[in-house]
């Protein structure tokens, strides 16, 4: 019976670190930078800081397919939809930021679902290093 529970403790702790929810950075190494998303579920909206430079503007990717608009100031960047879009749960990239220097991470995180709630999101920098490996 020990090894079983052992087993299945080892399964659901790989399980949550594949399936987290989290953002990350690949560069596309022309001055602007992808963020990486891996989320369980639909988000409704989202806002994070950059930090290490400042942001020119932020576009694309599958917010803004699904209908987001988005906001960017030197250093915060909003997304959210007025007709109710979500973006599904999945993997992609959330949007692409056109930025002045290289970033360090992202903080300030804040993401909902489409009813408001607060998702639970961190930022993973294995992404950073690894994403063209």
Do not use: R
Not at 80 to 85: A, H, I, K, V
Request: net charge negative.
């Amino acid at each position: 019976m020990s090894n079983l529970i052992k087993f299945f403790s080892i399964i659901t702790l790989t399980l949550s670190i594949v399936f987290a929810n989290t953002f990350s950075l690949s560069d596309n190494g022309d001055g602007t930078w992808n963020v990486n998303y891996s989320s369980e579920a639909a988000m409704g909206g989202f806002q994070f800081d950059v930090d290490g430079a400042s942001i020119n503007s932020a576009s694309g990717g599958d917010a803004v397919s699904n209908g987001f608009m988005l906001s960017a100031s030197s250093t915060t960047v909003i997304g959210f939809s007025l007709s109710g879009g979500t973006i599904p749960s999945g993997s992609g990239t959330l949007t692409i930021l056109d930025l002045e220097g290289s970033p360090s991470a992202l903080s300030g995180i804040v993401v909902s679902d489409p009813a408001g709630s607060a998702l639970d999101f961190s930022y993973s920098e294995e992404s950073v290093n690894n994403y063209y490996s």
